[in-house]
């Protein structure tokens, strides 16, 4: 009887897989965990006090604000507890782009007219950002000619401004015939 040699690259590939597999896994579970600001209700933002809190503070003497109708913070989704205080207003609103690079938003009253204006300022990207990211996604294609199931897997290990330094696994399934493929490996995508 002969035996078969075992080739150890399917089995690093499953390896491979399954160790990336478990850290996307780990980090949806810990997201869950996490308190996460819910959907559909507005919270209050995190404020940034490092930004200024070298800079005195001022008490403007009270003059007429331009608000909007208490409708907007319904339309808004904000909290009950707002909408139902009529001594809150809305001054301004905005949606910003989903996005990965840092922004700050700040707020200016014009004492004159008593309009408030919202400001965004793009941060540059940090130059070492070691947060945890990643992906998972499976696709229909061809390869070789052939109809064939990718799964895929990108664990970001690293950011340096945009490039993302990381480890990839894929297995090719054919969806006719033939065997299946694995590839892995580490190596690094430019994002814009």
């Known amino acids: 009887m002969r035996r078969r040699a075992l080739t150890w690259g399917p089995v690093l590939a499953l390896v491979v897989m399954a160790?990336?597999?478990?850290?996307?896994?780990?980090?949806?579970?810990?997201?869950?965990?996490?308190?996460?600001?819910?959907?559909?209700?507005?919270?209050?933002?995190?404020?940034?006090?490092?930004?200024?809190?070298?800079?005195?503070?001022?008490?403007?003497?009270?003059?007429?604000?331009?608000?909007?109708?208490?409708?907007a913070k319904k339309a808004l989704a904000l909290p009950a507890a707002v909408?139902?205080?009529?001594?809150?207003?809305?001054?301004?609103?905005?949606?910003?782009?989903?996005?990965?690079?840092?922004?700050?938003?700040?707020?200016?009253?014009d004492e004159q007219t008593g309009e408030t204006e919202l400001l965004v300022r793009e941060l540059p990207r940090p130059w070492l950002d070691l947060t945890p990211r990643g992906e998972a996604g499976a696709y229909v294609g061809l390869l070789h000619g052939q109809p064939t199931l990718r799964v895929q897997a990108w664990q970001q290990l690293a950011q340096i401004k945009a490039l993302r330094l990381g480890a990839i696994a894929a297995v090719d399934v054919p969806l006719e015939y033939g065997s299946a493929s694995a590839f892995i490996g580490v190596g690094a995508k430019v994002t814009w």
Do not use: C, N
């Open 19 to 71: 160790l990336l597999f478990g850290g996307q896994l780990t980090a949806w579970v810990a997201s869950l965990v996490q308190p996460k600001m819910p959907a559909t209700v507005a919270v209050p933002a995190p404020v940034a006090p490092a930004l200024v809190e070298a800079e005195p503070q001022w008490i403007v003497p009270p003059r007429p604000v331009r608000v909007y109708a208490p409708a």
């Open 83 to 109: 909408q139902a205080d009529s001594a809150k207003h809305v001054l301004q609103a905005a949606r910003l782009a989903a996005d990965d690079s840092p922004r700050e938003v700040t707020a200016v009253l």
